[in-house]
């Protein structure tokens, strides 16, 4: 899609009932990133799972959410220079407590295998757009259809290059705010968005549950066409707030607790 063709976009529909992402799987009751807390998250009702996933140095993607991981005083990670037999000897469950012992890092292969049909992944690129070809093979390979997966970035150039490959996975791009010290303004504005998901041509806008992102901004967001998504969001009257000012989909730690309060149990 050209940039000027992406100045006509037609009007996203907004679903009736938001979907409800499980934030790195249902990573309040479980390790986060762990295929125990995407297992959880499915069996909590969650419509969608969150993950964070990095590219090993001998071109493995892994779901992960720090580029160091830390183990013990003497022990630390990096995961780009690390291959993938090395990754899979940490033990990532331990800390969360012992009946996670022995829980280890994920393949994103083994993460896809948990999705079932018609539930979908939101794939948080971590590490640049050198994870992209990989990502791709992943996906092919993975039997998912092309609309149970959503490729989310903080980085602008991640999300280009993706819709440079595809049109057909959506793409959104993640930021939360900041305010500018000498205007008192919060950025990125939504002018400053637009600007950004014309240019990238992505999907969407997904922010932090901030005071920035109220009725009047979300609205430019859903009026120029474009999706609007929220995270992270545990508190129910939080989560109705955003809903209705046009949330497409609420990322939360806790899917479970969300479904009873603002719909209904399983």
């Known amino acids: 899609?050209?940039?000027?063709?992406?100045?006509?976009?037609?009007?996203?529909?907004?679903?009736?009932?938001?979907?409800?992402?499980?934030?790195?799987?249902?990573s309040r009751d479980a390790p986060e990133n762990?295929?125990?807390a995407f297992e959880l998250a499915?069996?909590?009702?969650?419509?969608?799972?969150?993950?964070?996933?990095?590219?090993?140095?001998?071109?493995?993607?892994?779901?992960i959410h720090n580029e160091t991981i830390r183990q013990g005083v003497h022990t630390n990670k990096v995961v780009q220079d690390s291959d993938l037999d090395e990754l899979k000897l940490l033990d990532v469950g331990s800390p969360f407590g012992k009946r996670?012992?022995?829980?280890?890092?994920?393949?994103?292969?083994?993460?896809f295998q948990t999705i079932p049909q018609g539930k979908k992944i939101y794939i948080e690129i971590k590490c640049g757009p050198l994870i992209l070809p990989k990502l791709f093979e992943e996906l092919d390979a993975s039997g998912l259809t092309q609309d149970q997966a959503v490729i989310i970035s903080f980085d602008a150039d991640v999300i280009y290059q993706m819709k440079r490959h595809t049109s057909d996975i959506k793409a959104f791009l993640l930021s939360n705010f900041k305010k500018d010290?000498?205007?008192?303004?919060?950025?990125?504005?939504?002018e400053d968005v637009l600007n950004i998901l014309q240019r990238t041509h992505a999907d969407g806008f997904s922010s932090k549950a901030h005071k920035a992102a109220d009725e009047t901004f979300i609205k430019r967001i859903l009026d120029n066409g474009y999706e609007y998504h929220v995270w992270t969001i545990d508190k129910a009257k939080t989560a109705k707030k955003f809903i209705k000012m046009g949330a497409m989909s609420v990322t939360t730690n806790v899917p479970g607790y969300l479904r009873r309060k603002l719909w209904h149990p399983l």
């Open 34 to 36: 762990t295929l125990p």
């Open 181 to 190: 010290r000498q205007t008192g303004a919060f950025k990125p504005s939504a």
């Open 1 to 26: 899609m050209t940039l000027a063709s992406a100045t006509k976009r037609m009007v996203q529909h907004k679903p009736s009932q938001p979907l409800l992402v499980a934030h790195r799987g249902a």
């Open 100 to 111: 996670w012992k022995d829980v280890r890092i994920p393949m994103i292969a083994e993460v």
């Open 42 to 63: 499915w069996q909590q009702g969650a419509d969608a799972i969150e993950g964070d996933f990095h590219l090993t140095r001998d071109g493995e993607i892994v779901c």
